[in-house]
């Protein structure tokens, strides 16, 4: 396939996963649509890498750790949020104000 397919797919997950993060209010719709960007992210590693030198693995080395680092985020992020559900009782980002004065 040709690499701008596989760059549209990944703008076009990019891009929804920026309209996710915007106009969502709750945490884990947040949470997954960073996630769904980062895997944008991830697509455009694989597909530069295999278009520009297909003999080379940087692009997966590179989407591997992207990997690892979303799936910290996505723990420590959740663990964060069922902690402020056990205290608040919701997970509506407007009633997340503990570090206000």
Known sequence: MQLEYFLILAAALFCIGVYGLVTSRNVIRVLMSIELMLNAVNLNLMAFSNYLDPASAKGQVF????????????????????????????VDMEQFNLLKW
């Not at 750790?65 to 402020?84: K, M, Q, R, Y």
């Open 63 to 90: 989407a591997v750790f992207v990997i690892t680092i979303a799936a910290a985020e996505a723990a420590v992020g959740l663990a964060i949020v069922l902690a402020i559900y056990r205290n608040r009782d919701t």
